[in-house]
């Protein structure tokens, strides 16, 4: 009896855990998009800023004296910065991320979304030679033509948003073959919550010069803002905190099941995160859009049974 109740417990704790995967991945892409677009808060750098500060801070209470986690200290010097070339990607990916969604719609940021295997595919040639067996090549087909077909017949299709966030996606794959390479000898493993403790603050000091720069008197913009609504504070503080969440239980999520399963929950959150958006934001979606997401989708589940077969 004992046992059946833990099993039923350990399975309401996986569904838990799932579930907080998917609101705070569907609720940051969402807030974002709202923050960027709708309620006019143009600033890109400065919200990833914000985003990767929290991270910084709720890793190191996390970690440091929650305990969640063991510390993982940095060994070297070479191991810093290997972690500062990762920040850089990482950087540059929620960055150009963020520009995108201020220009396309949720919808069709997760259709350029889901081609990452293929980007993870060329990096991984291209950097380590590394070749995939040929179905594995062939599967990646439908990913990049149902992406060229749901661009065709996007009705909300920007160019500069396009652009930004399929370099975005590549940066997403890039970093993940980085990091394998880089951080892969024994002595320099860090688990990824141990990973964004390092590369958070290394973030922050990226973007602010960044922030300073590009986005000129932006915390004054953003002070005038909460004198008028002071609501655009609590929006930035949960959106932020919501950022480090996402962080958080991705790496729960791998740790009670499986990374694979992982890729699997992603794939079905992109279709998700697709139909809550066009419930909220009422964006205008074509039958020849929506036909070219689902090829994408489709092209990804069968890009993950090769991969796992291929690995057998």
């Known amino acids: ?29 969402l807030l974002n998009k709202y923050l960027l677009s709708n309620y006019g808060f143009k600033y890109p750098i400065f919200l990833t800023m914000c985003h990767m500060t929290a991270c910084a801070l709720l890793s190191y209470i996390g970690i440091a004296w929650l305990k969640m986690v063991p510390m993982q200290t940095i060994r070297s010097r070479v191991q810093f910065f290997k972690i500062c070339a990762l920040s ?33 595919a060329v990096f991984a040639y291209l950097i380590t030679l590394k070749k995939e067996a040929l179905l594995t090549y062939i599967t990646l087909i439908p990913v990049v033509t149902g992406v060229i077909i749901a661009s065709g017949g996007e009705p909300s299709f920007h160019l500069f ?15 993940t073959v980085v990091q394998g390479i880089l951080l892969s000898s024994e002595g320099e493993k860090l688990n990824s919550m141990n990973l964004l403790l390092y590369m958070a603050p290394i973030a922050v000091v990226l973007l602010l010069p960044a922030t300073l720069y590009m986005e000129e008197n932006v915390v004054g913009i953003t ?41 699997v929950l992603g794939n079905a959150k992109g279709a998700v995160a697709v139909v809550v958006s066009i419930l909220i934001f009422r964006n205008p979606v074509s039958v020849t859009g929506m036909a070219g997401y689902s090829l994408t989708v489709i092209g990804v589940i069968l890009y993950s049974e090769a991969k796992k077969r291929s690995n057998k």
């Open 161 to 175: 948003g396009f652009i930004m966030c399929v370099g975005a996606t590549a940066a997403r794959a890039l970093k």
């Open 1 to 29: 009896m004992s046992a059946t109740k833990s099993q039923s417990s350990s399975r309401l704790f996986t569904i838990g855990l799932v579930s907080s995967w998917y609101s705070s991945n569907i609720g940051v892409l």
């Open 88 to 120: 850089f990607i990482f950087c540059a990916s929620v960055v150009s991320g963020n520009i995108s969604l201020r220009y396309l719609p949720v919808s069709f940021n997760q259709a350029i979304g889901a081609t990452t295997p293929f980007f993870t």
């Open 223 to 263: 002070i005038a803002l909460a004198r008028q609504d002071f609501g655009i504070v609590w929006l930035l503080l949960f959106n932020s905190a919501l950022a480090y969440f996402v962080n958080l239980t991705n790496f729960l999520v791998t740790k009670h099941t499986s990374a694979l399963t992982l890729q």
